[in-house]
C-alpha cells in the first residue's frame, strides 16, 4: 500500500524566487516564513520585504513572519544605532503597518531597532501588527549572543539593550508565542510562555552555528512544547563580509519539517492545523505531565483591543 504524498503547487516569481503552495485544507490556517540577505541600506531591505510579502500574500498566507533586523544588517553597530526608532514612529514600523493593513493579514516583523536608555545602542524588538495595521505587541530579545571562535567573534550586548519580558498574544490563529534567534537556546523560555499553538524565531543564525545547530534546535522547541514552529531567517553573504545560514523553515508540533529554504530570498509556506495539534496534546499530553515548573519572569499577554467607537459630545443641555 502506498501513501499519496499531499498536492503541491508552485508559484514563481522574478529573480528565481519560488514558493511551494500546499493545498488548503478545512480548518487551516496558512502561514509564512520570509528569508532575506538583507543589507545595510532600509529603503531597500524595505522594497525587498514588500515584494516577498507580497509574494507571501499571494500563496495564502494569513500570518506572515520576517526574520530578525530584516531592515537592516549595517556594515557596523553604529549604521544600526542610526537606524532605529521610538516605538510608534519612524519609517520601518509605518511599513509594517501599511503591509499589514493593505494586504489584511497578521505581519511579525521578525525585529526591528527602537530606542534603548542609552544613546549607543538599541532594542532588538520583536514587534506584531493585526490586520487592520495596529501594534498588537511588542518583544525586546533578552539573551543576546556572544561567540568567540578566533576568527569569528560576535558580541551583541555592544549593540542591544536586553529585554526583561516574555510575551505571548492570542491571535485568531492561536496564542503566539515571541521570541528572537538566540533565545533558540534557552528552553527555559519557551516553558515560561502559557501553552502556546505557534512559536515565532526570527533569525540571523551565522552559518558556523546554523550549520551545526539550527534545525536541531526549531525541531526540539516544536516537539518539546507541541508547537508549531515558525522560523525566518537572514540566508546569504552580507555587504558586512558576515555570512548567515538561512534555512528557513516551518515545523509542526511532531518536529515535522513542512517546509523550507536552504538559501537566499524567497518565501516558505505550510499550513497549520488547530485541530491536529489538538489531538498530538491529547494523545501526547507531555504539557501536563510536567513536575518541575519554570521559575520565570514576567510574562506579558497582549490581546489584540477592539475598536471602539467615539461617542458624540454632551450637548450644552445635558451638561446644564
Same mark, same amino acid.
Given at each position: ?17 519560488m514558493?511551494?503552495? $500546499?493545498? =488548503? ?29 507580497? !509574494?507571501? +500574500? %499571494?500563496? &495564502?498566507?494569513?500570518?506572515?513572519? !520576517? ?7 549595517g ?7 542610526? %537606524? ?9 514600523q ?5 503591509? %499589514? ?5 497578521? @505581519? +511579525?516583523? &521578525? ?5 534603548? *536608555?542609552?544613546?549607543?545602542?538599541v532594542?532588538?524588538?520583536? =514587534? @506584531? ?17 556572544? =561567540?568567540?571562535l ?27 508565542? /515571541? $521570541?528572537?534567534?538566540y533565545?533558540?537556546?534557552?528552553? #527555559? ?6 501553552? +502556546? ?5 526570527? *533569525? ?8 551545526a545547530?539550527?534545525?536541531? /534546535? ?17 540566508g546569504?553573504?552580507? !555587504?558586512?563580509?558576515? #555570512? ?8 509542526d ?7 523550507? !529554504?536552504?538559501?537566499?530570498s ?13 489531538s498530538?496534546?491529547? *494523545? =501526547? ?13 514576567? @510574562? ?5 483591543? %477592539? ?6 459630545p454632551? *450637548? ?5
Amino acid at each position: 500500500m502506498t501513501t499519496k504524498k499531499p498536492v503541491k503547487a508552485t508559484i514563481a516569481r522574478s529573480k528565481g524566487v519560488m514558493v511551494n503552495k $500546499s493545498a =488548503l485544507q478545512a480548518g487551516t490556517v496558512r502561514v509564512a516564513a520570509i528569508q532575506m540577505a538583507s543589507g545595510p541600506n532600509v529603503p531597500a531591505n524595505l522594497a525587498e520585504a514588500e515584494r516577498l510579502i507580497e !509574494l507571501a +500574500v %499571494a500563496g &495564502g498566507a494569513r500570518l506572515i513572519v !520576517l526574520p530578525e533586523f530584516f531592515c537592516i544588517m549595517g556594515l557596523k553597530d553604529a549604521d544600526v544605532v542610526k %537606524a532605529r526608532e521610538p516605538e510608534g514612529q519612524g519609517p520601518i514600523q509605518a511599513f509594517l503597518a501599511r503591509m %499589514a493593513k493593505k494586504h489584511q493579514v497578521w @505581519v +511579525v516583523g &521578525g525585529s526591528v531597532p527602537l530606542e534603548a *536608555s542609552v544613546a549607543n545602542k538599541v532594542r532588538n524588538s520583536c =514587534l @506584531v501588527y493585526d490586520e487592520r495595521g495596529k501594534q498588537v505587541a511588542r518583544y525586546d530579545k533578552i539573551h543576546l549572543f556572544g =561567540l568567540d571562535l578566533g576568527n569569528e567573534r560576535y558580541h551583541e550586548a555592544r549593540l542591544i539593550e536586553p529585554g526583561d519580558k516574555v510575551v505571548i498574544i492570542n491571535s485568531p490563529f492561536g496564542r503566539i508565542g /515571541l $521570541s528572537i534567534c538566540y533565545d533558540l537556546r534557552f528552553p #527555559e523560555l519557551y516553558r515560561a510562555m502559557p501553552e +502556546v499553538d505557534i512559536i515565532v524565531v526570527p *533569525s540571523a543564525f551565522t552559518a558556523t552555528t546554523g550549520r551545526a545547530h539550527f534545525e536541531t /534546535l526549531i525541531r526540539a522547541r516544536a516537539i518539546e512544547n507541541l508547537a508549531y514552529v515558525i522560523a525566518p531567517a537572514q540566508g546569504g553573504y552580507h !555587504l558586512s563580509g558576515r #555570512e548567515t545560514h538561512g534555512d528557513s523553515m516551518i515545523v509542526d508540533p511532531w518536529g515535522v519539517v513542512l517546509d523550507r !529554504l536552504p538559501r537566499g530570498s524567497g518565501v516558505v509556506i505550510a499550513n497549520i492545523n488547530p485541530a491536529y495539534q489538538a489531538s498530538l496534546r491529547k *494523545s =501526547l499530553p507531555a504539557l501536563q505531565h510536567r513536575f518541575i515548573q519554570c521559575q520565570q519572569i514576567t @510574562v506579558e499577554a497582549a490581546e489584540r483591543r %477592539a475598536t471602539v467607537k467615539r461617542e458624540s459630545p454632551p *450637548s450644552k443641555k445635558d451638561t446644564a
